[in-house]
């Protein structure tokens, strides 16, 4: 069984749509992120849930909505896009804040966003 | 920004062992060392940690410093299948005594046959 998995893996859709990539994982972590990797290839976090509570909020457009509807889910939903929100969206999940041991995160197998 | 600076490629031949420096030299005393790596088209994996002492797991050894401004991440025999963006990581302390990952640019390692 997949760790951490995301769907869809492809999303190609028309500027000024509003989309959704979902995320679940099935390790029992209380903790999960979602990432953004640019064309450069630069990794970013974006979000952090921990027990269904945003911890981290990077500075993201508030076209980004998390929303976490239980501990094994965290989806993203992105409202308005615009063509610079193309790039590959990683979820991962950990046992808690990643950082210490213990906390290794787990990452899905990514979203490839194409807004045209 | 990123705590750590790594070159920006290298390559080794199969078989042999590929050293990863890596430079993080205002981490702190409680600070872990993250090494992770991303296959191509694949989400990050996590490879190895360490604080102080010099750690190994079935993937590769973590070799750090004294002064712990720097570490080398080891794959004793590297394959093919290790070609990948591997990224050395100390996680970013914040208010609420957590942690963040902060992933730089990493080194692009690329095996050769």
């Known amino acids: 069984d997949t760790a951490v998995s995301q769907t869809p893996k492809y999303l190609v859709t028309q500027m000024g749509n509003d989309k959704s990539i979902k995320c679940e994982q099935n390790?029992?972590?209380?903790?999960m992120y979602w990432y953004k990797q640019d064309s450069k290839k630069f990794l970013k976090i974006m979000f952090s849930?921990?027990?269904?509570?945003?911890?981290i909020n990077e500075t993201v457009p508030n076209r980004f909505s998390p929303k976490s509807p239980d501990k094994a889910h965290l989806n993203l939903h992105i409202n308005s896009l615009e063509l610079g929100d193309s790039a590959v969206y990683f979820c991962?999940?950990?046992?808690?804040?990643?950082?210490?041991?213990?906390?290794?995160?787990?990452f899905g197998p990514g979203t490839r966003l194409t807004v045209l | 920004d990123a705590k750590t600076t790594q070159p920006t490629s290298m390559d080794c031949a199969e078989g042999r062992a590929a050293n990863l420096p890596c430079n993080h030299s205002?981490?702190?005393?409680?600070?872990?060392v993250y090494w992770y790596r991303q296959i191509h088209s694949q989400g990050p994996q996590y490879i190895i940690h360490?604080?102080?002492n010099n750690e190994t797991n079935e993937m590769a050894s973590l070799i750090i410093t004294e002064d712990r401004k720097s570490s080398t991440l080891i794959l004793p025999h590297a394959t093919l299948r290790d070609t990948a963006v591997y990224y050395c990581i100390v996680g970013d302390l914040m208010m609420d005594s957590s942690y963040k990952l902060i992933f730089g640019s990493g080194t692009r390692l690329l095996v050769r046959p």
């Open positions: 849930y921990n027990n269904k509570e945003l911890i």
């Open positions: 360490g604080l102080k």
């Open positions: 390790l029992g972590h209380d903790t």
């Open positions: 205002t981490i702190s005393g409680n600070e872990y």
């Open positions: 991962a999940s950990s046992l808690e804040l990643a950082g210490l041991p213990g906390n290794e995160q787990f």
